[in-house]
């Protein structure tokens, strides 16, 4: 991966499907910049002949470009020199039954790069090597445990190449799957490590006396000992979301989704380690630190988006190199990389209710605890009883669809959710492959505010505080794209691409053919600098219309609450590359 750092550190490529190993979604490219976006045009178009929610981007490599769909996972090498034309194109054949196993659309997050290979990880969890140069299979391993998906796992997140491993979690945690994170020999496939996201500290890769948590040593057994019985061997924590990486500490970040069931009166206790930051070795797995960051979820707030690595932040006068998460349940955190101090936990929402603070105090038998209000506790309202006006909704302040940095504003520039919900438990047993949720749920736009489901905003992680918010009328699902060019651009659902200043002002803006949950991604080639993302409305927010879906309560509750985005866009798979004519 020296080389992969090298490839990532020259802006005229995006080889890795985050920009880079610490997350930032930064490029140093600045030809198109906040003078002359205005003037930014399309270049050309691709379809990738898919309907459904696309996720991700395309990943640039020299003079080609790697472009990724949803299921059926087709894979296109396009050829730069020439307009996209097609260099070669890979169409797994997978068994369309995980179709329905997929809680949230058949999305998939990109394909990575390393060692002249391309690494595509499929719905059915088949990870497959593909070269680089003709698209040839070079191996291809199983990450689920069944090949049929009868066990509800299935594959949706972007691979992460570091040194001679390639990187993959798994999706599931409404069937009840328990998570893990595994590491293959990129050279031949064979499983080097896989690290539970719970269970015994032997298949968790813990060590009681030397991984901490909030400073301490988790102690033998951390894990089962807050679970009953043996709940967590089915008690979900999956991994479907990013994954950083930092060379200098040898170090992998990635969080861990929700305990399953839905209905926390069936999993009582801590259920760690769900809903927790992980800082693992890259070569052992080994977990150096854990936080949990959501003890006992009650309203499915994962906590698996991505861990953002930011050097020289400066908090109470010392420069610190930081993690820095927005999590699903509405709260920023910034904390130590190293030793996993946690420094910053603030609302990064205002609308955020079902905890008042983070506590701080290291004194505290609380610290590191959110402070839960009872009556936004669906547990303690119990079973079948409609726990209402609770924020965020389930799918977070802010879900998948990650936030940029830029070293030079210092600020995090993040696409969030202004959602609201009613969460109602109910009793559900556990069927191998059946859905496992245990909850009903409508969503809505946060109350007393714009009417919007969703803003752009700026943040300060050193304060943690909302610099601005640019409001938007549905949740920003796209991935954001910080420049030297002192701009910023993400998508919406609508379909526009826009972009802003440094202090939020749009200064461009273009309705793509779909709703856009892409990510946006730039490089350059043949001394120009284009701007690619593509559309495809779906994800969890466009299941309604990806899958076709129209009573309320449906996709988890999403349906309802997102219905209005069939008066502004329909499906389908388009990237749309831009550039800026005169540079
Ligand atoms: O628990 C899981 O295993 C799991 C998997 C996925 C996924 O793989 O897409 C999502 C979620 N949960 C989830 O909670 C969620 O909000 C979500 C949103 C999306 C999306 O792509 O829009 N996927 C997922």
């Known amino acids: 991966s020296d080389d992969l750092q090298s490839l990532a550190s020259d802006s005229k490529n995006w080889v890795m499907p985050t920009g880079d190993y610490a997350n930032t979604r930064y490029s140093k490219l600045n030809k198109i910049n906040k003078d002359n976006v205005k003037d930014l045009q399309v270049a050309w178009t691709f379809s990738t002949g898919v309907l459904r929610g696309h996720e991700g981007g395309p990943l640039i490599i020299g003079d080609v470009m790697y472009v990724h769909a949803p299921f059926p996972n087709t894979v296109y090498a396009l050829d730069l020199n020439n307009d996209g034309k097609i260099l070669w194109k890979y169409e797994p054949k997978q068994d369309s039954n995980v179709i329905p ?8 997050r990109g394909v990575a790069y390393g060692d002249g290979k391309i690494f595509l990880y499929q719905a059915d969890t088949t990870l497959v090597a593909l070269d680089a140069k003709t698209g040839e299979v070079a191996w291809s391993v199983k990450n689920g445990s069944t090949v049929d998906g009868s066990t509800g796992e299935s594959g949706t997140s972007a ?12 999706s599931g945690g409404e069937f009840g799957v328990r998570g893990h994170l595994t590491a293959y020999n990129i050279a031949d496939g064979k499983q080097a490590w896989r690290a539970y996201s719970m269970g015994p500290d032997s298949e968790m890769l813990i060590d009681p006396e030397k991984t901490t948590h909030l400073g301490k040593p988790v102690g033998a057994d951390s894990a089962t000992k807050t679970w009953e019985g043996d709940q967590w061997k089915i008690g979900g924590g999956t991994t479907w979301g990013w994954y950083s990486y930092d060379p200098k500490l040898n170090l992998i970040y990635y969080g861990t989704g929700n305990p399953s069931t839905w209905n926390p009166s069936q999993r009582p206790g801590d259920n760690r380690w769900s809903m927790t930051i992980m800082a693992r070795d890259a070569d052992t797995g080994m977990a150096k630190w854990l936080y949990q960051m959501t003890p006992h979820d009650e309203w499915d707030y994962d906590g698996v988006n991505e861990m953002i690595l930011a050097d020289g932040i400066e908090i109470e006068g010392q420069p610190r190199d930081v993690l820095v998460h927005f999590d699903r349940n509405g709260f920023a955190y910034t904390l130590d ?10 609302k990064f929402d205002p609308a955020v209710n079902w905890a008042t603070e983070v506590v701080m105090d290291k004194d ?15 547990g303690t309202n119990g079973e079948d009883v409609n726990t209402t006006g609770i924020c965020p909704a389930a799918l977070g302040t802010k879900d998948q669809q990650p936030a940029a940095y830029s070293p030079k504003t210092k600020l995090f520039y993040v696409p969030t959710n202004h959602v609201c919900m009613d969460y109602e438990p109910y009793r559900v047993s556990y069927t191998a492959g059946q859905p496992y949720v245990g909850a009903t749920l409508s969503m809505y736009p946060a109350p007393d505010s714009h009417g919007g489901m969703g803003n752009f905003i700026a943040w300060d992680a050193a304060k943690g505080e909302i610099v601005w918010s640019k409001p938007e009328q549905f949740s920003v699902w796209s991935g954001a794209l910080a420049t030297d060019g002192d701009i910023v651009f993400y998508g919406t659902l609508e379909g526009y691409l826009k972009a802003v200043d440094n202090d939020g002002n749009e200064l461009y803006k273009f309705k793509t053919p779909s709703g856009i949950i892409g990510n946006v991604t730039t490089y350059e080639h043949d001394g120009k600098q284009y701007v690619a993302i593509l559309s495809g409305v779906g994800g969890w927010a466009g299941i309604g219309l990806a899958a076709g879906l129209t009573k309320g309560t449906e996709g988890l509750g999403a349906v309802g609450g997102y219905a209005a985005l069939s008066d502004y866009t329909a499906l389908g798979g388009q ?7 005169d540079q």
């Open 101 to 108: 196993i997929m809680c949230c659309d058949t999305v998939n």
């Open 159 to 170: 691979p992460m190449v570091v040194k001679d491993k390639v990187i993959v979690g798994i």
């Open 337 to 346: 990389r190293d030793t996993g101090e946690l420094l910053v936990a603030k």
């Open 364 to 378: 505290s038998d609380q610290y590191g605890r959110p402070q839960v209000v009872d009556k936004y506790s669906t």
């Open 575 to 581: 990237l749309t590359v831009f550039t800026v004519p």
